[in-house]
């Protein structure tokens, strides 16, 4: 089992930066690819970012590539998610995933564990 808890979620302005934390306890993830995925209220989870477990593929939807980096310090088991020129629109609930898998990582179903999420809210 692993269990995710992320981190490094608030409340910030339109513009601002925030760097959220994904930390994997129970067993190391260091051979999972990761994912990123937020849902807003009344939305459907929709995915932001992920990273295969040696860090050299990553993959981003189209609306936060060039703004959000995800990256993985895997001796940490820790997985971040860096967020710059934040917008009103990111305003979500940000969780992350883990998956034995290796492709299609931007389907939420393909995902085996999965945190509770951190708010991250953008006023305008």
């Known amino acids: 089992q692993v269990q995710l808890v992320e981190s490094g979620g608030g409340l910030v302005q339109a513009g601002d930066s925030l760097r959220l934390s994904c930390a994997a306890s129970?067993?190391?993830?260091?051979?999972?690819?990761m994912g990123w995925f937020r849902q807003a209220p009344g939305k459907e989870r929709e995915f932001v970012a992920s990273?295969?477990?040696?860090?050299?593929?990553?993959d981003y939807t189209g609306s936060v590539k060039g703004r959000f980096t995800i990256s993985r310090d895997n001796a940490k088991n820790t997985v971040y998610l860096q967020m710059n020129s934040l917008k009103p629109e990111d305003t979500a609930v940000y969780l992350c995933?883990?998956?034995?898998?290796?492709?299609?990582?931007?389907?939420?179903?393909?995902?085996?564990?999965w945190g509770q999420g951190t708010q991250v809210t953008v006023s305008s």
């Open positions: 995933a883990a998956t034995s898998k290796l492709v299609a990582l931007s389907i939420p179903g393909r995902y085996d564990y």
């Open positions: 990273i295969s477990w040696s860090g050299d593929n990553t």
């Open positions: 129970g067993r190391t993830v260091s051979r999972y690819s």
